[in-house]
């Protein structure tokens, strides 16, 4: 008896020397994840809570929760009862008590940064660039989505800026209904309350006005990227290489080069070092008589960072044949065929939004869907919720409110949580009520899914691009005490 004491009291020396060699990367390992899971799920439900503000037209605030500093504490303890003094019969035998025990504590302390600073506030409110548009419509998410997302107007040749505005006052006159198969071509937009010029009431709103002119473009679309030509400095003149053979190849590359002008002149440019997206048609789209499909030149619209309303490009910027501008000289540029943003038929303006506008243009769709809703159940309560969907119901006959659009392709929705609609674990108290957004589910038709979780994941990447390390405080992140 007394040599298993011993053994036990020798099990127990050895585990206090091997305690400071414990391993605690497991536990580390699972607190990184689960500190993971709530800096994610935190920088989600702001963005809900700012969409949730921006559909009842409050201010818009943004904060990160900028670290987590995890504190994991071990400690050990044990004891045991020497066998000394004769043994005596008892019913618990306290000279072989020998106890032991580990305790691992986690003291997780966060620390939360105000985003809305000076260069934050300017850079969600910045238009987002023509590469950023072009990235998502290079990654294959439905253009649809894109354009109602990221584009809050159009404009086609010889008509006004329709804009992307739900609940927006504003109407369009035109000589067809939103029922119409063909798209607005000859319009005019009137203010609130005011009627047409021949004295009768707008067909449609603004709003409606831009979801026929997108819905329009029921084709595939791609952008293509092109440097904005260099600018001609100065007349043409005539170059000595003989005498002015130093002055060339002092000439800075990056500020200006040399073009043949025609007739042994040159002309001196300087590069913008900018470029434009153009927007392209899919070659294969069959012919039509569609008088807004530009079947010519297969241009749709181009976006430039310096360049606002009309923008002049290459009539072979879609071709997959196009020499580069570095190849052709001053004479050939001059004389190359060009089409006008805007102006030429087929094509039209983009104006894009800003991150803050995105943010605001989702809160006011879910706004509008509220609206719609229960202006169509003040007829019948028996009527389904209204959906803003990606391709319009008009399109293919009269809209019928029977049918649940919120089982199309929708844009966003939010569902209270004691609906009986699937909601995933992404949600937030807000006003009395638990929003959270539908469930994720397989979508092999694009026509029946919902883009919700999309449209948020759009939205942190877009709010991503103006986060400055700079405002994001760092501190020692992790402290672990043996």
């Known amino acids: 008896m007394r040599s298993g004491v011993w053994r036990a009291l020798f099990r127990l020396l050895c585990l206090v020397g091997l305690l400071p060699a414990c391993s605690l990367g497991p536990v580390i390992n699972h607190q990184v994840f689960d500190y993971y899971g709530v800096d994610d799920l935190a920088a989600n439900q702001i963005i809900l809570l700012n969409i949730l503000y921006a559909r009842d037209g409050a201010p818009l605030h943004f904060s990160e929760l900028s670290q987590i500093r995890g504190q994991l504490t071990s400690q050990f303890s044990g004891s045991t009862t020497f066998p000394f003094g004769p043994v005596t019969p008892s019913t618990v035998d306290p000279r072989r008590i020998a106890t032991f025990g580990i305790t691992v504590a986690s003291q997780p302390s966060f620390d939360i940064s105000s985003l809305d600073t000076k260069d934050f506030t300017d850079g969600v409110m910045t238009p987002i660039s023509p590469s950023t548009f072009a990235f998502f419509v290079n990654e294959g998410i439905d253009y649809h989505l894109v354009l109602l997302l990221l584009v809050s107007g159009i404009q086609q040749a010889g008509g006004e800026m329709v804009f992307n505005a739900p609940l927006g006052a504003r109407a369009v006159c035109a000589v067809h209904t939103i029922y119409s198969s063909t798209p607005l071509t000859k319009y005019s937009i009137v203010g609130p309350g005011e009627v047409c010029a021949d004295g009768s009431a707008p067909s449609l709103s603004e709003f409606e006005g831009f979801l026929l002119t997108a819905n329009r473009i029921n084709r595939q679309i791609y952008p293509v990227s092109l440097p904005v ?11 000595n290489m003989g005498a002015q053979l130093r002055a060339v190849t002092e000439i800075d590359p990056n500020r200006y080069m040399l073009r043949p002008a025609g007739g042994g002149k040159y002309q001196l440019m300087a590069p913008s070092h900018q470029s434009m997206v153009v927007l392209c048609e899919d070659p294969n789209t069959p012919a039509t008589q569609d008088p807004y499909i530009a079947q010519d030149h297969g241009i749709l619209s181009a976006l430039s960072e310096i360049a606002i309303g009309a923008v002049r490009v290459p009539a072979d910027a879609c071709s997959l044949n196009r020499r580069p501008d570095e190849d052709e000289d001053v004479a050939t540029l001059a004389n ?147």
Request: charged share 20%.
């Open 229 to 239: 030509p260099p600018k001609p400095v100065g007349p043409p003149f005539a170059l």
């Open 336 to 482: 190359r065929d060009m089409v006008v943003i805007g102006t030429t038929p087929g094509t039209f303006i983009l104006r894009l939004r800003s991150t803050l506008e995105v943010i605001q243009y989702v809160g006011r769709v879910l706004a509008w869907q509220q609206f719609e809703t229960a202006k169509l159940r003040s007829q019948n309560p028996a009527y389904p919720e209204r959906c803003l969907t990606l391709t319009s119901p008009y399109l293919a006959n009269r809209y019928d409110p029977t049918v649940d659009t919120c089982r199309r392709d929708v844009l966003f929705r939010l569902i209270p949580t004691n609906s009986l609609i699937a909601a995933s674990d992404l949600s937030i108290a807000f006003d009395g009520q638990r929003w959270s957004v539908p469930a994720p589910k397989p979508c092999p038709d694009p026509k029946q899914c919902d883009y919700s979780l999309e449209t948020m994941s759009i939205i942190s990447l877009l709010l991503n691009q103006n986060k400055a390390t700079k405002d994001i405080a760092t501190t020692p992140a992790v402290q672990v005490v043996p």
